[in-house]
């Protein structure tokens, strides 16, 4: 069965950077693609980026183009996301999930457990 494990995620202040790592566990993933969502405290959850996995095609919502990569490392099993420049409206938990990319967003089989990513002065 494949797990999805999300790591990386703290406190930071409005500008610097983190990068959020989702470790693919069980067994070698099947999906089409994977992806981040976020969502903060009383909205819905939202899609942030997602790579397709056989061609590395990326794509990302219009709040975090510029400054959020995608990015995947076969070897590791491992997709992360670089984000830069993190602004508090960016604070919220961050999940990763492996299912059918569709145009700024994933249909989802699996889902990780998030990983809380706090923005404050």
């Known amino acids: 069965q494949v797990q999805l494990e999300e790591s990386g995620g703290g406190t930071v202040q409005p500008g610097t950077s983190l990068r959020l790592s989702c470790l693919v566990s069980?067994?070698?993933?099947?999906?089409?693609?994977m992806a981040w969502f976020r969502q903060a405290p009383g909205k819905k959850r939202e899609f942030v980026s997602g790579i397709r996995i056989s061609t590395g095609q990326v794509d990302y919502a219009w709040y975090v183009r510029g400054r959020f990569t995608i990015s995947r490392d076969y070897y590791k099993n491992t997709i992360y996301l670089q984000m830069n420049g993190l602004k508090p409206e960016d604070a919220g938990v961050y999940f990763c999930?492996?299912?059918?990319?569709?145009?700024?967003?994933?249909?989802?089989?699996?889902w990780g457990q998030g990983t809380q990513v706090t923005v404050s002065s």
């Open positions: 999930a492996a299912g059918t990319l569709t145009p700024g967003d994933l249909i989802a089989d699996i």
């Open positions: 069980g067994r070698t993933i099947s999906s089409e693609g």
